[in-house]
């Protein structure tokens, strides 16, 4: 039996995968979630095969969230569930731990098939996401500019771009505020802009917040 965890903001989104995978004999939801530091607390206290996880938790987001998750248990497989294309997020999501990505919108038939995939510690990745792992290495002059960043600058970014001040970010990730700038200089270089508010216009155009 696959035991899932489901983590997503919305109750209404967690009953509906609650009773879809319902029907399904080798996988049942043995917990949800709402917040990220709920999913934390529960994979220390409880067993699960598989985290299905939502970017846009509440409190603590997804990437910070799977940050933990994959630092202090690196062998659970998470499946992140995303809102846009799955090629926007792709790469720093898998730099971050996930086994898997998938959009909210794909098909019964493949979130069971990604499920089953992760939970035997393979990577699920879409025939769009493999196209952009394969040209982040073959043209990485090509790729986007926020797929340039490291694990943490994106992790930064993804902050900044929802309009934390970087005290607040400094505050959250433990950082002094003057390594917080120096990874927003590094951003700023890497994405060629100029303020936070260029951050923000270029999360929204690319459709990552």
Do not use: W
Not at 202 to 208: M, T, W
Request: glycine letters at 4%; aromatic letters at 10%.
């Amino acid at each position: 039996m696959i035991r899932i965890l489901i983590a997503d903001r919305h109750a209404i989104i967690r009953a509906g995968l609650r009773e879809f995978l319902s029907t399904e004999r080798d996988i049942e939801v043995t917990g949800e979630a709402a917040f990220g530091d709920d999913v934390l607390k529960k994979i220390n206290t409880d067993t699960f095969d598989v985290v299905v996880l939502d970017i846009f938790l509440s409190g603590r987001n997804g990437i910070d969230t799977l940050k933990l998750i994959y630092k202090y248990h690196a062998d659970l497989p998470v499946l992140v569930l995303l809102p846009f294309s799955e090629d926007l997020y792709a790469v720093n999501f898998f730099r971050a731990g996930a086994r898997g990505c998938l959009q909210k919108n794909s098909g019964p038939d493949e979130f069971i098939r990604a499920i089953r995939t992760v939970s035997q510690r393979r990577r699920y990745v879409t025939p769009s996401v493999a196209d952009s792992l394969i040209n982040v290495f073959e043209n990485p002059a090509q790729q986007p500019a926020h797929q340039k960043l490291s694990r943490r600058e994106f992790q930064i970014f993804y902050k900044i771009a929802n309009g934390q001040l970087l005290s607040e970010v400094a505050d959250e990730l433990f950082l002094s505020a003057k390594t917080i700038s120096t990874y927003r200089a590094r951003i700023m270089k890497k994405m060629k802009l100029t303020c936070n508010a260029d951050i923000t216009r270029y999360a929204i155009n690319s459709k990552l917040i």
